[in-house]
């Protein structure tokens, strides 16, 4: 009886599910359920001829290099041991036709080029002549309004020196006699006094 109690004790008791436990050394990988033995490699097939890069890189042709020698084709009967000299000639006889037919161009726009700076040099040269000479000229006027300039301060202060003079000597023949008195005196024409007086 007693051994039925701990039976019906120990079996009424939950079992708690064992948590697990971290391993650093170890790795656990979860993979899919595999129904048949070949499903992974078929898949695997699928996948290859599904990808449109590989298929882009399957499709691009093969090519040989021209020195065949560089690489090792044991098997290759159409292996060629060095290059032929007959169409590297026409190569390089077509690059030096080529080469002189593009310098005799440039030459001769050169030659044009050198012509017209030759022709722009002369009409830049007579145009600077024509402005030095221009600038004497203008030179020389300048020196000879700076005379004038000159010419008509002094006459100006001639006048007025003369218009002082004729004052004085008008005040002085007032101090005079009436017999004595001389008549007045002018430096100015007529014209010049009316045209003032106007």
């Known amino acids: 009886m007693g051994n039925e109690q701990s039976t019906g004790t120990v079996s009424n008791i939950p079992t708690t599910p064992k948590t697990p436990v971290y391993h ?23 996948s290859v001829s599904d990808d449109s890069d590989l298929n882009k890189l399957a ?11 560089s690489i090792n084709l044991q098997n290759d009967p159409t292996q ?3 290059l032929e000299n007959g169409p590297l000639l026409q ?12 310098a005799e161009i440039v030459q001769s726009e050169q030659t044009q080029i050198m ?21 004497k000229r203008f030179h020389t006027y300048c020196e ?6 000159d010419v008509a301060t002094s006459l100006k ?3 007025q020196s ?11 023949n007032l101090c005079l006699l009436p017999d004595d008195q001389l008549p007045t005196l002018s430096f100015r024409n007529k014209s010049t006094i009316s045209s003032s007086c106007q």
Request: net charge positive; with cysteine; proline share 6%.
């Open 59 to 69: 499709a691009i042709p093969k090519f040989l290099p021209i020195l065949r020698s």
């Open 115 to 135: 012509n017209r700076m030759k022709e722009v040099d002369t009409r830049s040269n007579s145009v600077q002549q024509r402005l030095i000479d221009k600038q």
């Open 91 to 102: 190569l390089s006889m077509r690059l030096q036709s080529h080469f002189r037919f593009c």
């Open 80 to 82: 060629i041991p060095h």
């Open 24 to 46: 650093p050394n170890i790795t656990v990988v979860n993979s899919g359920p595999i129904t048949a033995s070949g499903s992974s490699a078929t898949a695997s097939s699928s």
């Open 162 to 172: 003369l218009t002082e003079l004729a004052d004085r000597m008008r005040a002085i």
């Open 157 to 159: 202060r001639l006048d």
């Open 144 to 149: 000879q309004s700076k005379k004038l300039r």
